[in-house]
Nanobody, 123 residues
Framework: QVQLLESGGGLVQAGGSLRLSCAAS????????MGWFRQAPGKERDFVAA????????AYADSVKGRFTISRDNAKNTLYLQMNSLEPGDTAVYSC????????????????WGQGTQVTVSS
């Protein structure tokens, strides 16, 4: 079955950096667009970033543009999110998802997603 396993979360001070990973199995990774989304306690799920099947196209939420970078390694079946200049407002559970198309990934229209990894940014 399809599994998406996120890792790399943790506690970091404001201004710090983290790199999240999402290891995929049970699917042909290169055939799927991918995305990251986040959810803070008591808040709705928010789009963070999306990447096309080949990695040639990316999209970001305005709140993270210029600070976060999404990338993928199709040979390793792994998705990444490099997060720099972290802010307390970035505190949330970060999850990855697969989507049949890049356009749908930008709308958080996922067919599979993981359990997430906690990111906590202290001020």
């Amino acid at each position: 079955q399809v599994q998406l396993l996120e890792s790399g979360g943790g506690l970091v001070q404001a201004g710090g950096s983290l790199r999240l990973s999402c290891a995929a199995s049970g699917l042909t990774f290169r055939n799927y667009a991918m995305g990251w989304f986040r959810q803070a306690p008591g808040k709705e799920r928010d789009f963070v970033a999306a990447i096309s099947e080949s990695g040639g196209s990316t999209a970001y939420a305005d709140s993270v543009k210029g600070r976060f970078t999404i990338s993928r390694d199709n040979a390793k079946n792994t998705l990444y999110l490099q997060m720099n200049s972290l802010e307390p407002g970035d505190t949330a559970v970060y999850s990855c998802g697969t989507s049949p198309s890049y356009a749908r990934a930008t709308r958080m229209d996922y067919n599979y997603w993981g359990q997430g990894t906690q990111v906590t940014v202290s001020s």
